[in-house]
């Protein structure tokens, strides 16, 4: 059977911190581009790799809801593919699909299930990485299933500016709240306030003052909060709630690399507010997909919606965009391309 | 107009940690029986005081949901008490009535909003500070509106034999849950097996590692815990509770009177098994007493559910009892007797 070359990136060695790009290797490999007899798998091409947050949680010593990544093992995360060949009669040659794929120029994916078909094609393709993949379904389960907004609640979001913050943003201005959003650079301020259309913004890290930042933006309190990052930020909004509010606890970015996570003082509040906080992973809703593409394609199309993207070039540079997006080098949801078609 | 002697206990002095017998003083006043002219509100005379942890948040520079406790003034709490004159259509001379008054022999309550009249006198007149008053609702509340019980399921309760704590364990018996409680002594701990019928009980003062004593108790993890004291307990639970778990946060007891808190280290388990955490109090489910009766009366006429109080004698043992609520000298749910009818 013939075989090509199929260019993969593998955990090398993981100790602890923030992964490093040297814990990462490259294997170059060959691969039969058929389906093996007997499986209902698919045989794909992959175009785009996903690189997200809640990966810090798959490396070896960290507690998190997926397995950790296999130490000489393919990195494995969401992506865009092309369907090369198929064992499977939900899938045909040349169908593109978003789902669970490999860090590497093709693979055979088993577990169909987890697959999307993807039907709209009049769009960038890498947004099935994005808007269009499992941050768009985080962004819109996490707020409108678990936060449950109404018209005119105040609303904050941290890590705003990444894949999934930009998105709830611009869920909660086309909701009718009011939003603000904090980042870690001067840029991503800018773009929250001058791209996203958030009401207000600021940079988390030139604020020598936490609370004060929060009091300034919100006089009258917070009634949302989607909490990308846990830790201090997390603590210091709790102080901020508004009696009722709601608290969607979509990850801990700033917790994910610390030896020891930072403490939460201020939980009373969750009784004296009568809070509720709670935590989500985008796939329980995934039965909600065409729902949300009903809401958000027209909104691509008709410009109401935007997405900004950090797009790194080649497979070999998918462990330094992963490595980057830890300490936020990356200005909006970091994609990497594999292939363009 | 005629008056009469009115002991009260007042607050004197408090300066921080937890409040002392020293810190309440009393006072001996004069007050006529009859509502003053104009005033739909209605004069009591006090029969039981109840001594509930919240009081501990309202206490000078403490965060409550409620305003702190004024120096000079009489102490407020729940009690029952006996209408002596009424300028309120709603209730007569001689009505039972349930809900905010004084730590005093006679009250002027104006605010008859928050008023219960007793209709069922075939129960101690006590159980309406504890089992059929705020304790019951918050049981109540908390364990079928916010935690959302299912039959099977594994539920756990801290500070299980105090006024809500035992309400829970049996109402979760009678749900077919699978119910553990912890308590501060061995004392409590054969109550909560032997009188209140949990499946198992420990003493947390006396395990060494929290997180092993409830991996003994819950070998498959826990799917609702019933949180009254907060801090290293709730911690510990994060990392024991099941996917989907619901954390009913009712108190914080163990942490009223640090001054600082304790640190809640483990709140990513929050996002990993997607739990549900949320503060609440009793009044907000108020409006679901008469349904709460329905259920309670017949379990209590019946013998299926039981109630221990510890009743402290006369007003002037009123202090006493509350300060040895927050170290746990009390077993059942604290009562104040003033006067029995």
Same mark, same amino acid.
């Given at each position: 059977m013939e075989e090509v070359k199929n260019d993969q990136i593998i955990l090398k060695d993981y100790a602890n911190g923030s992964p490093k790009e040297t814990d990462f290797g490259k294997k170059t490999g060959r691969i039969a581009l058929k389906v093996p007899k007997d499986s209902n798998g698919v045989l794909v091409k992959n175009l785009y790799l996903s690189c997200d947050p809640y990966m810090g949680t798959r490396f070896i010593n960290k507690k998190s809801y997926l397995p950790p990544f296999t130490p000489g093992q393919v990195i494995v995360g969401f992506g865009v593919a092309k369907v090369v060949d198929s064992g499977n009669s939900n899938f045909k040659i040349g169908d593109l699909i978003w789902g669970m794929t490999g860090w590497e120029e093709y693979s055979l994916i088993t577990d169909t299930k987890s697959l999307f078909k993807i039907h709209h094609t009049d769009v960038p393709l890498s947004?099935?990485? $994005? #808007?269009? =993949?499992?941050p768009g379904m985080t962004a819109y389960g996490g707020f409108f299933e678990v936060c449950l907004p109404k018209k005119g609640e105040t609303v904050y !979001?941290?890590?705003a500016s990444g894949a999934v913050g930009q998105l709830v943003g611009q869920f909660a201005k086309i909701h009718g709240c009011f939003v603000v959003g904090s980042a870690g650079t001067k840029e991503k301020v800018e773009l929250l306030k001058n791209k996203f259309g958030f009401d207000e913004a600021f940079n988390y890290k030139a604020e020598k003052d936490l609370d004060a930042a929060l009091k300034r933006c919100f006089p009258s309190g917070i +009634?949302?909060?989607? +909490?990308? !990052? $846990? =830790?201090k930020m997390l603590d210091t909004v709790l102080l901020n709630m508004n009696l009722h509010g709601r608290i969607a606890v979509c990850g801990m970015m700033s917790q994910y690399n610390l030896d020891k996570p930072e403490g939460i003082y201020n939980s009373f509040c969750l009784v004296s507010k009568r809070i509720r906080m709670q935590g989500f992973v985008a796939f329980e809703y995934f039965n909600l997909y065409p729902k949300f #593409?009903?809401? !958000?394609?027209p909104c691509i199309k008709e410009g109401k919606m935007t997405y900004v993207e950090d797009i790194a070039e080649g497979l070999e540079s998918a462990p330094a965009a992963l490595v980057g997006l830890f300490s936020g080098r990356n200005v909006g949801k970091q994609v990497v391309v594999v292939a363009r078609e």
């Open positions: 947004y099935y990485t $994005g #808007l269009l =993949g499992m !979001v941290s890590a +009634d949302i909060y989607f +909490d990308n !990052v $846990g =830790g #593409l009903e809401l !958000v394609l």
